[in-house]
């Protein structure tokens, strides 16, 4: 009787979990779109309590709260943002309207006065609630439990202060700016044209007054000084302010007005320029410029000619300085006032514009450079040189340090060095400070510092620095693996502090917790991350580097590890871990990683859905290197059914195989989750490249990686699609000219003609494109003079007549990277030679759709497009009839 009581039980089991796998389904888009992932999440400074905001792609946004035990206490939605208070006794959460209010409002064309508006919700984590409707904006002390916020219409600009328990409160009328010191209870008020400064339960202090203008208002830390700019017309600003000081709240004291002899003849202190203290307080930073120029008014616009005139021999191409002409319009130059001795400089110029300051503006020597006289070749071979000068900031005293540079230095934490890295030479450098001596740290036959895996013609970049020692002692330098120490002046040998990393290939990166913490004190417990290069795993390690040792694994194995923080008072810390079939839910857990709770239920979205796994393959290029890929398969993949595959790239991605898709309306690529779970199989192949052939790299890489996924036996050979966006969106239609292999392509924003690309425009930055052939990520390593043949042959266009696959070209007309007429020259020779093709513009959109009815109309359409051609799906009438213009507004053509 109980063998049989077993066995009915185990059949209804069984019969249970076939009904639970039969009920999983396909993902709709408006899943998709509504999809939740953690956009934000924060652990109290206590380390007791945690919030996450669960955010959909379009709908409202929820807050979380969490305690230490586990347990959700609370849940605010719709919601915007959330912090805790500095004594971790409280969560402030920003609630919105529900979206679907607002565009209610919207379609109705309400006033904005009379929008639907934020509340603030002040929740005391022992359990009550108070809400405090209108908000239009607040602020919360970093140090105490003090809020200042605004509230009510536009009109009202009362300002309220109060201790979040309610107990104390004040007020200002008229407020027109405000705000804490970072680490003082203090407050800065402007009210009725009057500056003050207020500190909770002891008053204000009136600062400044009359009838004008403040702006750039800044406290020291602690908040015990004041500075600001001010102007008595406010229609005067830009050409009269005049910095002021206040010290412990008395009224604000004339530091630097226009004219001043330490400017420029005609130069201004700058309403643009950023005002700040040093670290110590001992320092103002402002910024000065020439007077800005004034519009001659007594000229009408249509008798002013609108010309542009473009030089041969200009430092900076003409169309990157119409990028730049608004923030050239408003920059600044950096000028110094010592409280101590009261002298001021002018710090950096035009001539030397940029400034680097150190140890957070306390040491007495900076760094003033420029790249300007190298502007010119810079444009082809998108490297900088710099001149370099120290500039002591107490005498205002210059001295050149380098000429043509092909490097920029970087200060230590104190500023007891700079540092950088000469990539002609892959050797990394120092200089002292104090007596100008420069050190060479490493050579080419004694250390690998440069990237192993570069395949583009250039220098290889460097795997990068660490981190410093407490005081500038030591500086630690990262080779592929290891992090190794290095004396900065070079007196004795190096030191491999983790030891094992390239023995087990694995990639050590030290985490600063801390992170007020500039450097790192190597006799406490420092904590790393780990990649397996081999697994593809992560891990948490700890190890004392006071000596050689290898890091000991907290937590590590076959997932991806990621946004780890930790409690500022406590040693607790929150991090996520992810595989492709596991959202990256929220941990909490102490910096042993022992045990761990999770708190967020992210992954509960997929119960219904067909999900997926993904498996690490390999193959050998048709030129011979070894390479590696990801395959993704349905969660109900059957090894003896045959599936469409869409093979999906860019450059190297195997590193990734523990990543969590997010599903989404991606703007350039499809969306793995979605496709899975619609009976696709997805195959990500590696690809390396040699110089001078990327088409034929990519040809070598990607077409025995699918032969190897073939001879697997689950692939319907002649439903096989490939789509790629920008650099992938190239690759593929190039392999459309090479194979007849796939039965559909897609092909994002590609260049398929490099010769007219080649002396193109990146609007996006007004740069030049012939850089990037020459030197960068299009690999062909000369210029088309030198190497014509080589830019013909890796351009699909000539080509175009072999292609024999339907292709769905997304190009926008608006594309700052690749001109969209590249889509265009594509399209038109592919309808010139009667090829199958559509072309999508959003008009007025980027490299790719950025507002997300766009990206969703994309995502829809391509899938409606692969799904036709490797599914069998009926074509949908916008590629069987198209869209006419008269039609755009009225009809979608799904």
């Avoid at 710090?347 to 040491?363: I, K, M, S, V, W």
């Avoid at 070749?377 to 050149?400: C, K, P």
Wanted: with cysteine; hydrophobic share 35%.
């Amino acid at each position: 009787m109980g063998n049989s009581i077993h066995l009915i039980s185990l059949l209804l089991l069984a019969s249970s979990l076939s009904v639970q796998a039969q009920e999983k389904r396909a993902m709709t888009f408006d899943e998709m779109v509504g999809w939740e992932r953690i956009s934000e999440q924060s652990i109290s400074d206590n380390g007791k309590w945690v919030y996450c905001k669960m955010e959909p792609w379009r709908g409202d946004a929820t807050i979380l709260l969490y305690n230490d035990k586990g347990e959700e206490k609370a849940t605010f939605k719709p919601a915007a943002k959330a912090e805790f208070s500095s004594s971790s006794e409280y969560l402030l959460v920003t609630k919105t309207p529900p979206l679907e209010e607002v565009e209610a409002a919207k379609l109705k064309k309400t006033d904005k006065d009379k929008m639907p508006m934020n509340s603030l919700v002040i929740s005391r984590l022992a359990g009550e609630e108070e809400t405090i409707d209108s908000l239009k904006s607040y602020k919360l002390s970093e140090t105490a439990d003090w809020l200042a916020y605004q509230r009510g219409s536009k009109k009202d600009s009362t300002l309220y202060i109060r201790s979040l328990s309610g107990m104390q409160k004040d007020s200002f009328p008229a407020v027109s700016d405000f705000g804490f010191a970072k680490k003082g209870n203090v407050l800065y008020v402007v009210s009725d044209s009057v500056l003050y400064t207020f500190i909770p339960q002891k008053g204000n202090n009136r600062i400044s007054g009359g009838k004008g203008v403040f702006k750039k208002i800044a406290f020291n830390e602690d908040g015990s000084k004041l500075a600001y700019l001010y102007c008595a017309d406010k229609d005067s600003a830009a050409t009269h302010s005049s910095l002021y000081l206040s010290v412990g709240n008395a009224p604000g004291k004339l530091i630097a007005e226009r004219g001043n002899e330490a400017f420029p003849a005609s130069w201004v202190i700058s309403e643009n320029g950023r005002v700040y203290f040093s670290e110590d307080a001992n320092r103002l930073f402002f910024g000065t410029s020439p007077e800005p120029r004034q519009k001659d008014t007594t000229v009408l616009a249509e008798n002013r000619p609108d010309v542009q005139v473009w030089s041969w021999d200009e430092k900076v191409q003409y169309t990157q300085q119409s990028f730049n002409k608004v923030s050239d319009l408003k920059r600044s130059y950096t000028a110094v006032y010592n409280l101590g001795n009261q002298r001021l400089f002018q710090l950096a110029t035009e001539a030397l514009p940029t400034l680097q300051t150190a140890d957070e503006g306390n040491a007495a020597l900076a760094l003033l450079s420029t790249t300007e006289p190298y502007g010119t070749q810079s444009m082809w071979t998108a490297r900088q040189f710099h001149d370099i000068y120290t500039v002591n900031l107490e005498t205002g005293e210059r001295r050149q340090i380098k000429e043509k540079a092909p490097s920029y230095m970087r200060f230590s934490p104190k500023g007891k060095y700079t540092y950088w890295y000469c990539e002609q030479d892959s050797s990394w450098y120092t200089r002292s400070m104090a007596d100008g001596k420069e050190y060479r740290l490493t050579t080419p036959q004694t250390f690998v510092a440069w990237d192993e895996d570069n395949d583009v013609p250039d220098y290889p970049s460097p795997y990068g620095i660490a981190g410093w020692t407490n005081d500038d002692q030591a500086i630690l330098i990262k080779d592929r693996y290891d992090i190794w120490k290095f004396d900065p002046a070079g007196s004795s040998s190096p030191v491999n502090l983790t030891v094992n990393g390239r023995k087990e290939q694995i990639t050590y990166s030290l985490i600063q917790l801390d992170k007020e913490k500039r450097s790192y004190n190597l006799n406490e417990a420092q904590y790393l991350t780990g990649f397996n290069e081999s697994t593809k795993g992560f891990g948490y390690y700890t190890a004392r580097l006071n000596k050689p040792i290898a890091p000991k694994a907290l937590l590590a194995g076959n997932f991806k590890l990621a946004a780890l923080s930790k409690a500022k008072n406590a040693d607790a810390v929150i991090y996520t871990q992810e595989t492709y079939e596991q959202y990256p839910d929220i941990r909490l857990s102490d910096l042993s990683f022992k045990k761990s709770i999770q708190l967020t239920d992210g992954i509960s979205q997929q119960d219904s859905i067909i999900w997926g796994t993904a498996e690490l393959t390999s193959w050998i290029s048709l030129d011979g290197r070894p390479l590696e890929g990801v395959i993704y398969k349905p969660a109900d993949f059957d090894p003896n059914k045959k599936y469409p595959v869409i093979v999906n790239f860019y450059e190297r991605n195997a590193n990734t195989l523990y990543s969590y898709h997010m599903p989404s309306p991606g703007r350039s690529t499809i969306d793995y989750p979605f496709y899975l779970s619609h009976g696709f199989i997805i195959f990500n192949p590696d690809v390396r490249f040699t110089d001078g052939y990327p088409g034929e790299s990519c040809y070598n890489c990607v077409m025995p990686g699918i032969t190897a996924l073939i001879a697997k036996g689950y692939v319907n050979e002649k439903a096989i699609g490939a789509q790629g966006h920008s650099w992938g969106g190239y690759q593929v239609a190039y392999l459309a000219t090479r194979t007849n292999l796939f039965a559909a392509i897609e092909s994002g924003a590609p260049v398929v003609n490099m010769l007219s690309a080649y002396g193109g425009i990146r609007w996006g930055s007004g740069l030049n494109r012939s850089m990037q052939y020459e030197h960068g990520q299009s690999r062909i390593g000369g210029n088309i003079w030198e190497m014509p043949l080589q830019y013909i042959e890796n351009s699909p266009l000539f080509n175009m007549n072999k292609v024999t696959t339907p292709i769905l070209i997304m190009h926008n007309d608006a594309d700052g990277h690749v001109p969209w007429y590249q889509g265009i020259e594509f399209f038109i020779a592919l309808k010139r030679l009667q090829k199958t093709a559509w072309l999508l513009n959003y008009t007025g959109e980027p490299h790719w759709p950025s507002r997300l009815a766009n990206r969703l109309d994309f995502q829809k359409r391509m899938f409606q497009f692969f799904d036709h051609y490797l599914q069998g799906a009926p074509m949908p009438k916008w590629m069987s009839e198209g869209v006419p213009a008269v039609d755009r507004d009225f009809e979608l053509g799904y």
